[in-house]
């Protein structure tokens, strides 16, 4: 994964990134042909070695070694050796660590590669650089950047072997900052990491989720951390992103300068990066020409802002060009809007050039896509992968319909918009970007921001439905949906790149899930195109067999359509959960039952109200109709572990509520 650039596709990262330079390889290479037989390092035997403790049956791998030694020589130069030993268990462990792939640019240089096998029969292979494959290394929508990828197959790399690498990388970075990451889905035996400076060098560590571990002294300014028999990271549904619960170690090194020291502040950061976006938000005669258009007839200050957002964010499409700074630094807005293409911190920057246009200031706002990642107390502009824009509200712009400004202590009201994000309309900002910290990027340097969840009736589904049970068991009737904000997004993120006589089958296939053979008999969608109007889904159906006889009683289940209930209570957890956004939802159905029935025994009214949310639902009986209502609200992103006991409890009644069956006796012959 490229880590150098602002900018990243929507689609959340890999779950495989923390492998780093190990990580799995997509395509498959033939095996090198092994070089010569030759004894394995002393580092690699001594792993192979070690004492292990038990581990559980299904573990693919266990990493015995991972090493790590940062060599700062000059600030334009630093050495980085990383080794690796993994002792194979299973053929997934094979596929996972039989390679060596080490990622490289025009600013990352391989020095030299080297990996061995230790096979569980017969004798030690090496397998040397000249047997490695280069290829080109594409991120969705990356046109074309420098980052490339050096792959070395390990051959006889099989269950109950044991494998190693070493490889040494130079590099010369934008930043003198590391991070030093050791927990992965599989155990890790001993996990290592080493700083080794310049005799008058400092650094500043900090810890993310993990206590403090203080390093040994190797030598004169050379310190070395470690940490041993890291559990794995067992996947679970609904857990935060990868870097909110992997610890981590955040290094920065600096040599030194008059004063003290000359470490990052998010102040400074800022202002490096304002150097990156500073002359290129020239606006040239046709951008002139083109922001006058699009805002001619307006006189609301907002519709030209809503106007000119909507362009940069479907007029000009995703396509990236990265080298070199070229992840940091936009291109000229000149060229983005000629070419009509631009990546995230290009969108970003043309904006802010059209809306200056206008006489509305707007600022560059760096970001990361999974939340949790930016720490606040480590200055880094590394922390980010995204760049989205922050508008300067002028005094006669009301904001009760725009949901994503917040108040910053300097600039006032700061409107918070992503151009590149193609579904969410100005005044929100993508599920994934709430509650997460984020760079303002201004002249006068940085100012780091914590963005808003946004508010659960800012994400609004609402579903009626109109049923009808026929004496059979039939149940045909009409459902209308109206969705706005993220529950809007994430819906039209699914059908608008459908061809829309696959959409009926979209919705046929919701259906499906809680009606046995239903058919779907009319479908249509408002507003599919238009992000800043509510969602409009209509839909007719007809599902036989929905309700069940018992003698004389009659069985309808009053929730037809609709899931709030959560698998997160099937079993015990280890991590918080992550609901994604705060939302409002409400259902309210009518069954008409066949005449000459009564109630017998209807579901009792369902409660349930926590700090994260809240549940309730009813059902009656009226004039011979089966009435059923209900609201769902969650209330906060993510649910800490110390209260997934009461959200278990909350997801609980809430399934029961749903499964519930109303019991009608029938009144009459």
């Known amino acids: 994964m490229n880590n150098k650039s602002y900018c990243k596709a929507l689609l959340p990262p890999p779950a495989t990134s923390v492998f780093r330079a190990c990580a799995i390889a997509v395509a498959l290479f033939a095996a090198a042909p092994a070089s010569l037989r030759a004894d394995t390092p002393d580092w690699m035997r001594a792993a192979a070695q070690e004492k292990l403790p038990e581990y559980p049956m299904e573990t693919t791998a266990v990493i015995l070694l991972d090493e790590t030694i940062v060599?700062?020589?000059?600030?334009?130069?630093?050495?980085?050796?990383?080794?690796?030993?993994?002792?194979?268990?299973?053929?997934?462990?094979?596929?996972?660590?039989?390679?060596?792939?080490?990622?490289?640019?025009?600013?990352?240089?391989?020095?030299?590669?080297?990996?061995?096998?230790?096979?569980?029969?017969?004798?030690?292979?090496?397998?040397?650089?000249?047997?490695?494959?280069?290829?080109?290394?594409?991120?969705?929508?990356?046109?074309?950047?420098?980052?490339?990828?050096?792959?070395?197959?390990?051959?006889?790399?099989?269950?109950?072997?044991?494998?190693?690498?070493?490889?040494?990388?130079?590099?010369?970075?934008?930043?003198?900052?590391?991070?030093?990451?050791?927990?992965?889905?599989?155990?890790?035996?001993?996990?290592?990491?080493?700083?080794?400076?310049?005799?008058?060098?400092?650094?500043?560590?900090?810890?993310?989720?993990?206590?403090?571990?203080?390093?040994?002294?190797?030598?004169?300014?050379?310190?070395?951390?470690?940490?041993?028999?890291?559990?794995?990271?067992?996947?679970?549904?609904?857990?935060?992103?990868?870097?909110?619960?992997?610890?981590?170690?955040?290094?920065?090194?600096?040599?030194?300068?008059?004063?003290?020291?000359?470490?990052?502040?998010?102040?400074?950061?800022?202002?490096?990066?304002?150097?990156?976006?500073?002359?290129?938000?020239?606006?040239?005669?046709?951008?002139?020409?083109?922001?006058?258009?699009?805002?001619?007839?307006?006189?609301?200050?907002?519709?030209?802002?809503?106007?000119?957002?909507?362009?940069?964010?479907?007029?000009?499409?995703?396509?990236?060009?990265?080298?070199?700074?070229?992840?940091f630094q936009p291109h000229m807005a000149a060229d983005v809007f000629t070419n009509r293409y631009g990546d995230c911190k290009d969108k970003a920057n043309l904006l802010r050039t059209m809306l200056g246009v206008i006489g509305v200031e707007a600022y560059p706002v760096l970001v990361n896509t999974e939340r949790g990642s930016v720490l606040q107390d480590f200055p880094a502009a590394m922390s980010f992968d995204h760049a989205i824009i922050a508008v300067r509200l002028p005094q006669d712009v009301p904001?009760?319909?725009?949901?994503?400004?917040?108040?910053?202590?300097?600039?006032?009201?700061?409107?918070?918009?992503?151009?590149?994000?193609?579904?969410?309309?100005?005044?929100?900002?993508?599920?994934?970007?709430?509650?997460?910290?984020?760079?303002?990027?201004?002249?006068?340097?940085?100012?780091?921001?914590?963005?808003?969840?946004?508010?659960?009736?800012?994400?609004?589904?609402?579903?009626?439905?109109?049923?009808?049970?026929?004496?059979?068991?039939?149940?045909?009737?009409?459902?209308?949906?109206?969705?706005?904000?993220?529950?809007?997004?994430?819906?039209?993120?699914?059908?608008?790149?459908?061809?829309?006589?696959?959409?009926?089958?979209?919705?046929?296939?919701f259906l499906g899930a809680f009606l046995n053979n239903c058919t779907l008999t009319k479908g249509n969608i408002k507003n599919l195109d238009d992000n800043n109007g509510l969602l409009l889904i209509h839909y007719e159906f007809v599902a036989p067999s929905y309700s069940k006889t018992a003698g004389n009683l009659l069985l309808v289940r009053p929730v037809v359509l609709g899931r709030k209930a959560s698998h997160v209570a099937e079993k015990e957890r280890k991590y918080a959960v992550d609901l994604d956004n705060e939302t409002l939802q409400t259902d309210s159905f009518e069954i008409e039952l066949p005449p000459g029935y009564a109630a017998d025994d209807l579901p009792q009214p369902a409660s349930s109200e926590f700090d994260f949310g809240r549940y309730s639902s009813e059902t009656k009986l009226e004039n011979n109709v089966l009435l059923y209502k209900r609201t769902y609200e969650t209330r906060k992103i993510t649910v800490p572990l110390a209260q997934v006991p009461d959200l278990k409890t909350f997801f609980r009644k809430i399934a029961a509520d749903e499964r519930a069956t109303a019991v009608l006796k029938r009144a009459t012959p």
Request: net charge negative; with cysteine; hydrophobic share 40%.
């Open 71 to 327: 060599t700062a020589k000059r600030p334009e130069e630093i050495e980085i050796l990383s080794r690796r030993v993994v002792r194979i268990l299973r053929p997934q462990g094979k596929a996972d660590f039989g390679r060596v792939q080490v990622y490289l640019s025009d600013d990352r240089k391989l020095s030299s590669l080297k990996a061995w096998c230790i096979p569980a029969q017969g004798d030690a292979y090496e397998v040397k650089e000249k047997d490695a494959v280069e290829v080109g290394f594409a991120e969705a929508g990356v046109l074309y950047g420098d980052l490339r990828r050096k792959v070395l197959e390990i051959p006889a790399a099989d269950p109950g072997s044991v494998v190693g690498y070493e490889y040494v990388v130079k590099r010369r970075p934008f930043f003198l900052q590391s991070q030093w990451e050791f927990q992965e889905n599989v155990p890790v035996h001993l996990s290592r990491f080493s700083l080794r400076l310049p005799g008058s060098w400092e650094y500043d560590a900090r810890w993310a989720n993990h206590a403090n571990v203080e390093p040994r002294s190797d030598g004169p300014n050379s310190f070395t951390w470690e940490v041993r028999d890291v559990p794995a990271i067992e996947p679970e549904a609904d857990m935060p992103p990868y870097r909110a619960i992997a610890p981590r170690l955040a290094v920065e090194y600096f040599p030194p300068v008059a004063g003290g020291k000359s470490g990052s502040t998010w102040q400074s950061v800022g202002a490096w990066s304002a150097q990156m976006f500073a002359g290129r938000n020239t606006a040239t005669p046709e951008i002139q020409a083109k922001v006058n258009d699009l805002v001619a007839g307006k006189t609301d200050t907002l519709d030209k802002i809503r106007a000119l957002a909507e362009f940069a964010q479907n007029q000009i499409r995703y396509v990236a060009i990265e080298i070199g700074i070229g992840g």
């Open 399 to 509: 904001d009760s319909d725009l949901f994503s400004v917040i108040n910053n202590a300097k600039l006032g009201r700061l409107l918070i918009f992503d151009p590149t994000h193609p579904y969410v309309p100005l005044g929100y900002i993508p599920y994934y970007e709430q509650d997460s910290y984020a760079l303002l990027v201004t002249p006068d340097g940085g100012d780091l921001l914590h963005l808003p969840s946004l508010i659960p009736a800012s994400n609004r589904l609402s579903r009626t439905g109109k049923f009808v049970l026929h004496p059979d068991g039939t149940l045909s009737g009409e459902v209308d949906e109206l969705r706005r904000g993220t529950e809007a997004a994430e819906k039209r993120r699914e059908l608008q790149h459908l061809p829309p006589a696959d959409r009926g089958k979209a919705l046929e296939r």
